[in-house]
């Protein structure tokens, strides 16, 4: 079968699975990616095979052992590769967000900035501790996490409630589709090729700057919709209630000093204590701020200092020697994230004592689903990359000026997006069928990651678990979601494809 038409008909199966028959991501693209294993023909696989022994990436008996193999083998093979080589680093980053949730580590890095920052850039610092959080952490998580603070400010200061759920889209959702550990620009960093530290220095300067022009958005929509302060599913009153700051809020307020910016002496770092929120006045000691962010930091750190050196001895910059090899052995994603996976445990003295020894199997749970999907999608890639779509997708963009690439990798990712809910499925199946892009580049093939997690933005809307997400925590209607969530989604897409398309002019090599 022609390649185009099988990308038509594992592209449909993937939209009519998930919309219609509701069927889970998982078996989605399982299904999917058999689908075209099965309608590969024999002379398509053989030519497959044959690039790759000319490329040095296959021996010839394996290449023929590729040939003769029947399509669910191939299937599960190119499966577990792929947990092979994201299976560790999605479950040590799970329990890492476990960790910086349930010890209040992630409360303290908000406190933290919302201190340093003070009441009128309570917006700045909301996106800058949801997109610092947004790493480890996925976005849904994160914004259980801020809704209640964004939510307390509106109350302190009566007004700007959009501004400030807008202000964790901007950083938490950015940061979710740009920057790895988080499985879809990890598993996008996989299909096309590009070098995780790579992914991860891209991500966090393309998605910083572009979480500085969602923000300019957000206070755009927040002029144009307004939305009352309502009681949420959990009965937090709204507006109605007419409390008095300080009343409510439970065990997610933050101190008034922290709010509100004053000089009032206290310090993250001599451990910041809060409310349990259980009724009976009981304090319970949260981790400074130095320990909080040690298990972000040192992952981020160790990749990216390991990426510039390789990027230095290849260029002939360096010389390799033991240090630079101990700098790539440390900086090896998997040792990495282990790293800041340990400094991750010496939070767990803060946690609840009666959850300390389910943290890890509870993370461990979450983490499952998302490694089965992640590993899915990785799998139906490899069956489209086997049936010629790379080579396919470089014959049809030959004569596309290099940049006008991007705006179609962005458009492709957006349709998947919108039709079918989920961002992360949506970024795995666009790179399956843009894989063959990199051939056409004439700049870095990061940028095309880049530009496919920004096509995962738009557009939220009712087919997003998210939209429901933060229409539920927030207290706004459907129609309200529809004027705020989906103009932002599309803004944050837009923006983070203008400076991706920027960075690739003025930097083409990285």
Same mark, same amino acid.
């Given at each position: 079968?022609?390649?185009?038409?099988?990308?038509?008909?594992?592209?449909?199966?993937?939209?009519?699975?998930?919309?219609?028959?509701?069927?889970?991501?998982?078996?989605?693209?399982?299904?999917?990616?058999l689908?075209?294993?099965?309608?590969?023909?024999?002379d398509?696989?053989?030519?497959?095979?044959?690039?790759?022994?000319?490329?040095?990436k296959?021996?010839?008996p394996?290449?023929e052992?590729?040939?003769?193999?029947?399509?669910?083998?191939r299937?599960?093979?190119?499966?577990?590769?792929?947990?092979?080589?994201?299976?560790? *680093? $999605? /479950?040590?980053?799970? %329990?890492? @967000?476990?960790?910086?949730?349930? #010890?209040? !580590? +992630? =409360?303290?890095?908000?406190?933290?900035?919302?201190r340093?920052?003070?009441?009128?850039?309570?917006?700045?610092?909301?996106?800058?501790?949801?997109?610092?959080?947004?790493?480890?952490?996925?976005?849904?998580?994160?914004?259980?996490?801020?809704?209640?603070?964004?939510?307390s400010?509106?109350?302190?200061?009566g007004?700007?409630?959009?501004?400030?759920?807008?202000?964790?889209?901007?950083?938490?959702?950015?940061?979710?589709?740009?920057?790895?550990?988080?499985?879809g620009?990890?598993?996008?960093?996989?299909?096309?090729?590009v070098?995780?530290?790579?992914? *991860? $220095? /891209?991500?966090?300067? %393309?998605? @910083?700057?572009?979480?500085?022009? #969602?923000? !300019? +958005? =957000?206070?755009?929509?927040?002029?144009?919709?307004?939305?009352?302060?309502?009681?949420?599913?959990?009965?937090?009153?709204?507006?109605?209630?007419?409390?008095?700051?300080?009343?409510?809020?439970?065990?997610?307020?933050?101190?008034?000093?922290?709010?509100?910016?004053?000089?009032?002496?206290?310090r993250?770092?001599?451990?910041?204590?809060?409310?349990t929120?259980?009724?009976?006045?009981?304090?319970?000691?949260?981790?400074?701020?130095?320990?909080?962010?040690?298990?972000?930091?040192?992952?981020?750190?160790?990749?990216?200092?390991?990426?510039?050196?390789?990027?230095?001895?290849?260029?002939?910059?360096?010389?390799?020697?033991?240090?630079?090899?101990?700098?790539?052995?440390?900086?090896?994603?998997?040792?990495?994230?282990?790293?800041?996976?340990?400094?991750?445990?010496?939070?767990?003295?803060?946690?609840?004592?009666?959850?300390?020894?389910?943290?890890?199997?509870?993370s461990?749970?979450?983490?499952?689903?998302?490694?089965?999907?992640?590993?899915?999608?990785?799998?139906?890639?490899?069956?489209?990359?086997?049936?010629?779509?790379?080579?396919?997708?470089?014959e049809?963009?030959?004569?596309?000026p290099?940049?006008l690439?991007?705006?179609?990798?962005?458009?492709?990712?957006?349709?998947?997006?919108t039709?079918?809910g989920?961002?992360?499925?949506?970024?795995?199946?666009a790179?399956?069928?843009?894989?063959?892009?990199?051939?056409?580049?004439?700049?870095?093939?990061?940028?095309?990651?880049?530009?496919?997690?920004?096509?995962?933005?738009?557009?939220?809307?009712?087919?997003?678990?998210?939209f429901?997400?933060?229409?539920?925590?927030?207290?706004?209607?459907?129609?309200?979601?529809?004027?705020?969530?989906?103009?932002?989604?599309?803004?944050?897409?837009?923006?983070?494809?203008?400076?991706?398309?920027?960075?690739?002019?003025?930097y083409?090599?990285v």
């Open positions: 079968m022609n390649v185009w038409w099988l990308v038509v008909l594992s592209v449909a199966v993937v939209l009519i699975s998930i919309l219609v028959f509701r069927l889970h991501a998982f078996l989605t693209l399982l299904l999917a990616g689908l075209v294993a099965a309608l590969t023909g024999t398509s696989l053989r030519s497959h095979a044959e690039r790759q022994v000319e490329r040095g296959m021996s010839a394996a290449a052992s590729l040939v003769e193999s029947s399509p669910a083998n299937l599960a093979s190119e499966f577990g590769e792929t947990v092979g080589k994201i299976g560790i *680093l $999605i /479950a040590l980053a799970s %329990i890492i @967000g476990g960790c910086l949730l349930e #010890s209040g !580590a +992630a =409360a303290t890095i908000v406190d933290a900035m919302l340093v920052s003070g009441e009128r850039r309570a917006p700045e610092a909301l996106a800058a501790s949801s997109f610092v959080l947004g790493i480890p952490v996925f976005f849904d998580t994160v914004f259980y996490l801020m809704v209640p603070l964004a939510r400010l509106r109350r302190r200061v007004k700007d409630y959009v501004l400030f759920l807008l202000a964790i889209l901007a950083g938490g959702s950015i940061a979710h589709s740009l920057v790895p550990p988080t499985p620009p990890l598993q996008v960093a996989e299909i096309i090729g070098e995780i530290g790579t992914m *991860l $220095i /891209a991500g966090l300067v %393309i998605g @910083g700057c572009t979480s500085v022009l #969602s923000l !300019a +958005a =957000a206070r755009f929509i927040n002029r144009l919709v307004d939305v009352p302060l309502r009681a949420d599913e959990f009965g937090e009153g709204g507006d109605e209630d007419h409390a008095e700051p300080g009343s409510r809020d439970d065990s997610h307020r933050l101190p008034a000093s922290a709010i509100a910016g004053a000089d009032t002496g206290d993250a770092d001599t451990g910041d204590r809060a409310d929120g259980d009724g009976n006045g009981a304090d319970v000691r949260r981790p400074p701020i130095a320990a909080a962010l040690l298990p972000i930091a040192i992952p981020v750190v160790l990749i990216s200092a390991a990426s510039v050196v390789r990027y230095l001895i290849d260029a002939g910059s360096l010389a390799p020697g033991a240090a630079a090899g101990w700098m790539l052995r440390l900086g090896d994603k998997n040792i990495a994230i282990g790293i800041g996976c340990g400094f991750a445990f010496a939070l767990v003295r803060y946690c609840p004592v009666d959850k300390r020894r389910t943290l890890v199997t509870r461990l749970a979450s983490a499952g689903n998302i490694i089965l999907i992640t590993a899915a999608g990785g799998a139906f890639g490899a069956m489209l990359r086997q049936a010629g779509i790379a080579e396919a997708v470089s049809l963009t030959r004569d596309v290099g940049l690439l991007l705006p179609v990798a962005f458009a492709v990712t957006a349709a998947i997006r039709l079918q989920s961002a992360t499925v949506a970024m795995i199946t790179a399956g069928v843009l894989q063959g892009f990199v051939e056409a580049l004439p700049f870095h093939p990061v940028y095309l990651a880049m530009a496919i997690g920004a096509g995962s933005k738009p557009v939220s809307w009712m087919t997003d678990s998210a429901w997400v933060i229409t539920k925590m927030s207290g706004m209607t459907e129609a309200e979601g529809l004027r705020v969530i989906s103009p932002m989604s599309t803004a944050m897409g837009l923006a983070a494809l203008l400076v991706t398309m920027l960075f690739a002019a003025l083409p090599a």
